[in-house]
């Protein structure tokens, strides 16, 4: 099974259609998000640095990100690929992870872009916000989450076109979770023939 970066704004999903992957493929699912709130809540040092820049709507630096990302690659069953969910979120970054795959034999696989207009993620993060208690998730640092995304990560999507391996899924014409599943699902398949 190939490597699966899933890709898109904050709030289009990317943690709940890693998930579904996963479980269907039997693949391992390293989400930056979990990993970070991890090393948040147990109070390591990492995880202070970490959460300076989180409640600021930051990126966290590469180097400490690569390292935790490794760590964790490795710790995965081998054999059955990975899904990235929250990484990379610049070229630096997908680089710098592109190096340690191929450091270990592996590669990018495909990437998966989540496409969902601006006003669903807003209402979909504020909706979290309040279920899930994220403080992280208030108007404010959101709207900075999406200029960072625009400004930092969104040329991603050119990066990984140029690779090769960019499939995109648009929430606009699938309209449903399940639809959105069918056509990943159905692209997986595809490429992993």
Known sequence: MKNIIIFGAP????????????????????????VLRGEIKNETELGKIAKSYIDKGQLI??????DILAKTYDAQ????GVIFDGFPRTIAQAEAL?????????????????IVSEEVLMARLLRRAQIEGRADDN????????????????????????????????????????????AIFEEIEKQNK
């Open 11 to 34: 709030g289009s999903g990317k943690g709940t259609y890693s998930a579904e992957i996963a479980e269907r493929y039997g693949m391992g699912h390293i989400s930056t998000g979990d």
């Open 61 to 66: 630096p590469d180097e400490l990100m690569i």
């Open 77 to 80: 069953p081998a054999g059955r």
């Open 98 to 114: 592109k190096k340690m795959l191929a450091e270990r034999g592996h590669n990018l696989g495909m990437m998966i872009e989540l």
């Open 139 to 182: 108007e404010e640092t959101i709207r900075n989450r999406f200029a960072v995304y625009h400004s930092q990560t969104e040329p991603l999507s050119k990066w990984f076109e140029a690779e090769g391996i960019r499939h995109t899924f648009d929430w606009g014409i699938c309209k449903t979770k399940e639809g959105m599943l069918e």
